[in-house]
């Protein structure tokens, strides 16, 4: 085997490994439960960068997020971070996982509403909800945005694997980061040497 086969070898055992532990990580809070196997979403609204753990924010409420727009959805808990940047879903999903999740019923998404004003995220909700496109027809993925001035909305949408990590949050980028770095490995070595026939 040559060099260039041996450190493909290990980048694709590394990022398989780092694949295997990310999502043992996901599945290790709930084994515990009896509804183990149940698909999970994230449901609570992250209160934006604006506030913070020095923050007074132990009687904010749902208008104080959406600052009375309309339109704008909310559920409680309501989450703040210690430093105004995004939420620890991992940290929410180990401690939190009883008020902080909802159930996915058989005909709902994981959904994630994230609020823009002038390219600048303002805040975030995350919930179990139903949606549909223009044409009436359901919604189980994808990621749709809507612009009005400065304001930009955007919805994310996914269905959560049971046992699972709820799909509904930024952490999902990272597992496709794993997913593409193996992919790559692999395309690689496909095309190398090695995997070429020769006739």
């Known amino acids: 085997m040559s060099q260039n086969h041996f450190i493909i070898a290990i980048c694709i055992i590394v990022s398989w490994a780092v694949f295997i532990a990310a999502n043992s990580d996901s599945t290790e809070t709930t084994e515990g439960n009896e509804n183990n196997?149940?698909?999970?979403?994230?449901?609570?609204?992250?209160?934006?960068?604006?506030?913070?753990?020095?923050?007074?924010?132990?009687?904010?409420?749902?208008?104080?997020?959406?600052?009375?727009?309309?339109?704008?959805?909310?559920v409680e808990p309501l989450v703040v971070s210690y430093d105004g940047t995004w939420p620890d879903v991992d940290y929410i999903w180990r401690n939190h996982l009883g008020n902080a999740t909802c159930i996915l019923a058989n005909n709902d998404v994981c959904a994630q509403f994230t609020y823009y004003f002038d390219g600048h995220v303002d805040n975030s909700t995350y919930m179990c909800t139903r949606a549909v496109d223009t044409n009436g027809q359901a919604i189980t993925s994808g990621c749709f945005e809507q612009r009005n001035g400065s304001f930009v909305t955007k919805a994310c949408f996914c269905r959560s694997v049971p046992g699972g990590l709820p799909c509904n949050n930024n952490a999902f980028l990272s597992h496709i980061n794993v997913i593409f770095l193996i992919l790559v490995a692999f395309v690689m070595l496909y095309n190398s040497d090695y995997g070429k026939i020769n006739l």
């Open 37 to 74: 196997l149940v698909r999970r979403c994230f449901k609570f609204t992250w209160l934006g960068p604006r506030w913070n753990n020095d923050s007074i924010f132990l009687n904010a409420t749902c208008q104080d997020s959406t600052r009375l727009a309309s339109g704008i959805p909310c």
